[in-house]
Nanobody
Framework: QVLLVESGGGSVQAGGSLTLSCAAS????????MAWFRQAPGKEREGVAA???????KYKDSVKGRFTISQDNAKNTLNLQMNHLKIEDTAMYYC????????????????????WGQGTQVTVSS
């Protein structure tokens, strides 16, 4: 089992920055890939950014160049640095961990992930 706890959400004006963190505990050595997903009211959950144990990353097109995913293996922490935030980035953000994802194309597919955090809210206003 892997326990994931997100932090760092909040309210920010458009153009601002936030850093989300996800603290992982439990059987973290058995995870292959970790990611951030988000879900806005009335919309489907979508993958935002993912990183595997080799450090390979994958981003949703709309956040490329603005968001950076990173992991601190020593601290078992996953981070998401979000810059130049837009109103459309407003959502509940979730941390997720996968035991194994065989294909890079699946890194932002929610069904591939086994463990989920409770989420942290990000609100971007004009």
């Amino acid at each position: 089992q892997v326990l994931l706890v997100e932090s760092g959400g909040g309210s920010v004006q458009a153009g601002g920055s936030l850093t989300l963190s996800c603290a992982a505990s439990g059987s973290t050595s058995g995870t292959h890939c970790m990611a951030w997903f988000r879900q806005a009211p009335g919309k489907e959950r979508e993958g935002v950014a993912a990183i595997d144990t080799a450090g390979t990353t994958k981003y949703k097109d709309s956040v490329k160049g603005r968001f950076t995913i990173s992991q601190d293996n020593a601290k078992n922490t996953l981070n998401l640095q979000m810059n130049h935030l837009k109103i459309e980035d407003t959502a509940m953000y979730y941390c997720a961990a996968a035991v194994r994802i065989w294909y890079y194309s699946k890194y932002l597919v929610g069904a591939e992930y086994n463990y989920w955090g409770q989420g942290t809210q990000v609100t971007v206003s004009s």
